[in-house]
């Protein structure tokens, strides 16, 4: 890769923006988000229990500057787990074969994570202060009043909001001090996970908490805030890295560029169904919240054009294959768009928290319903369940929506990309994969997850479609056969500087040792059987019925135990070291067994499971709870049973494909170095004869 020549260490080079310009993010979020709540009144002095204006103007500027420490925090760690090179050896940098020109030193490297470490560090202290000044606006408490300490304690404790924000700030220590451990990009993964746990619980709280549409708008605002934090973060994190990135600019911008354009699409539709559901027409859009609305879309669209610009007058300038002057002109107008894109996120977020506490037009207040599934569930109880409603009924998760489209965005992108380049791929294998994704989106966002939570008949469609039907056709696609195919090894992403790119974490995640141990076989099936046990006959069930995060910790789980168990025994992908047909045969047989016998104790059982939760709906419609919980245990003895006697029936094809391949390779042998198996038994049988003619038996 060759050098922009932009960096600090570079000789005769315009000098890019220094770090300290990266200031000019929080100090236009601060200053947007105190203009905001200006503008919508929201920090007024109340007439009863007014906490000070302390309080009032210090609470939006520490929610900025929390949000903004996060978001950086997340960046920098993206940029450890597959945007900046490293070294790959001892013997110094590593030359890119693609390029011909410069080296990957893979100095900003190690210093993200130090970048990672600071920022989570203020990421800290901002949610410390957040917390206490949010206890003092809720409660309407002066700073400093009496027994204040103790009242924030009893805050922390007993209360929803204080809990989730004591979980934040906690999160927010531990990522401080894991992020200046670490040195791999594995280690640097799990920090950014514990980072998108924060988020999660962030999404919780605000506007999303307390709507009729609760789910949607929560799920929608993970999207937003992950989008948003990995867009926002990973620049300003450049920004702050640039007097080490040296010639590991172009490498890192053309895959941030990546990054950023699926951030920028997450962020856009997330923010579209946050609007939709918060204001109730076109007149909505002038009020107070409306206009803060229609501000935040357009300098969303400002980023955009900026981001535009990047990819068609920087990226260009930067590749290696420009001349050095050209890229030299290339670094200092992608570090100006820089310092311009960061003062438009700044105002952004600003915006966002203006938005967040301005009250929309629409109420946020829960209707009011008292009836026994609304109580239970947060959700009125839906229409009593026919075969057209289990087509026609949605209830939208728009996290699993979102991962639904990208996943068939994604896999449809590599074929047409095998096949400009001359390469097929069965259209088959695409459909099953087509097939497979539009059941997984029905199950997350159709009937199954609308009447899972008020019948257990329905949570087992549920079950059994993500643990079986799913993983069958998924398995059949051979997603990670195609993405070794179609992800190259050397791009012009430039993957030949030892960092990991999508393919070499898949081949990370596939050779490592928890991947090995848990595709073995057996590994795989007393996972996916023992797994089911344990999450009817615990409190896990509970769990994800009363918790989103419980909910997609199912999903994840049962759809990936399910590939894990169905590619070891019919997949092509890598992975596991699969068994002999005959073993596959009776592990399968195995698992029916196990699956008709779960199915027959499901429905003959008199003890309901969760009965605080499916007895107590209320329902005018349908079969009582227990015979509700029988009818699902019969649906998960005929959905488990039918996938299995389809795999049953392909590894049966399997297997006399691969005899008659052996058969042909074996002739194949014969013709070319003759019958040596029958020639060698032939000599042996003569051997005996002579010897026996030889030594003829005594009489």
């Known amino acids: 890769m060759s050098a922009p020549a932009t960096s600090a260490r570079g000789t005769g080079a315009p000098r890019p923006l220094g770090p300290w310009r990266v200031v000019v993010l929080p100090l236009a979020a601060v200053a947007f988000a105190l203009l905001g709540i200006w503008f919508s009144g929201a920090a007024l002095p109340t007439i009863l229990r007014d906490p000070g204006p302390l309080v009032r103007w210090g609470l939006p500027a520490s929610s900025t500057l929390s949000e903004l420490a996060g978001a950086v925090t997340l960046g920098a760690l993206f940029l450890a787990v597959g945007i900046l090179p490293r070294v790959a050896s001892e013997d110094g940098p590593v030359r890119n074969a693609r390029v011909g020109v410069g080296t990957a030193d893979g100095s900003a490297y190690p210093h993200s994570l130090v970048v990672a470490g600071v920022a989570a560090g203020a990421w800290t202290v901002a949610s410390i ?22 009242q924030l304690g009893v805050f922390v404790t007993d209360i929803d909001l ?31 996970v ?30 937003h805030l992950v989008g948003a934090a990995l867009w926002i973060g990973a620049l300003a994190a450049l920004a702050l890295l640039v007097t080490r990135i040296g010639t590991d600019l172009s490498a890192a911008v053309a895959r941030y560029s990546v990054v950023a354009g699926w951030c920028f699409v997450a962020v856009g539709v997330s923010g579209l169904v946050n609007g939709l559901l918060r204001t109730g027409g076109w007149s909505d859009l002038t009020t107070t919240y409306g206009v803060l609305l229609l501000s935040k879309a357009a300098l969303f669209g400002v980023l955009g054009l900026l981001g535009l610009a990047h990819r068609q007058r920087v990226l260009p300038r930067l590749a290696g294959g420009a001349s050095g002057s050209v890229r030299r002109v290339g670094g200092v107008l992608f570090w100006r768009l820089v310092l311009v894109e960061l003062f438009v996120m700044g105002a952004v977020s600003g915006v966002a928290v203006a938005l967040g506490a301005t009250a929309p037009p629409v109420s946020q207040d829960p209707p009011v319903d008292p009836s026994p599934a609304y109580q239970i569930t947060g959700h009125p109880l839906p229409p009593e369940p026919t075969p057209m409603r289990w087509i026609t009924e949605w209830r939208w998760d728009l996290l699993l929506a979102f991962a639904t489209v990208a996943g068939l965005v994604v896999y449809w992108r590599w074929v047409v990309r095998l096949r400009r380049r001359g390469d097929q791929w069965s259209l088959l294998r695409a459909a099953s994969w087509t097939v497979g994704l539009l059941l997984f989106g029905w199950a997350t966002n159709g009937a199954p997850n609308l009447y899972g939570h008020v019948l257990f008949s329905g949570h087992m469609i549920q079950h059994m479609t993500l643990a079986m039907l799913v993983p069958l056709f998924v398995v059949l696609s051979a997603p990670v056969t195609l993405a070794l195919r179609a992800l190259p090894v050397r ?33 795989a099936a007393v996972n996916f059987i023992g797994s089911m046990v344990l999450f009817y006959y615990s409190g896990l069930f509970e769990w994800t019925l009363r918790s989103g995060v419980g909910h997609l910790a199912m999903v994840v789980h049962f759809t990936l135990a399910g590939y894990l168990f169905v590619n070891a025994l019919i997949g092509v992908d890598p992975g596991p070291r699969r068994w002999g047909y005959p073993q596959r045969i009776l592990l399968l047989f195995g698992t029916m067994v196990f699956h008709a016998f779960f199915g027959v104790t499901l429905v003959t059982s008199e003890a309901l499971f969760v009965a605080d939760w499916f007895g107590l709906m209320g329902r005018p419609w349908g079969v009582s709870a227990i015979a509700d919980q029988q009818a699902g245990g019969a649906f998960a003895w005929g959905i488990g049973e039918l996938p299995t006697l389809v795999l049953a029936v392909v590894v049966a094809v399997q297997w006399s494909r691969d005899d008659e391949r052996a058969a042909r390779r074996r002739d194949r042998r014969v013709d070319r170095d003759g019958d040596i198996e029958m020639d060698e038994y032939n000599a042996m049988l003569a051997n005996l004869a002579a010897r026996d003619a030889a030594n003829p038996p005594a009489p």
């Not at 919780?204 to 999207?223: K, R």
């Open 129 to 150: 202060v957040h917390l206490v000044l949010t206890y003092a606006d809720v409660a309407g408490v002066a700073l400093g009043s009496d027994a204040f300490g103790q």
């Open 162 to 192: 204080g809990r989730t924000l004591l979980l934040i700030t906690t999160v927010a220590a531990v990522v401080t001090a894991l992020s200046l451990v670490v040195a791999t990009p594995t280690g640097a993964a799990w920090t950014a």
């Open 194 to 223: 514990a980072v998108l746990v924060a988020l999660y619980q962030q999404a919780q709280l605000g506007h999303a908490a307390g709507a009729s549409g609760h789910s949607i708008a929560t799920s929608a605002m993970v999207v």
């Open 491 to 523: 791009s012009s992403l430039l993957r030949s500087d030892a960092s990991r790119g999508p393919r070499e974490w898949i081949l990370t995640l596939v050779h490592s040792r928890v991947g090995t141990f848990l595709a073995n076989p057996l590994v």
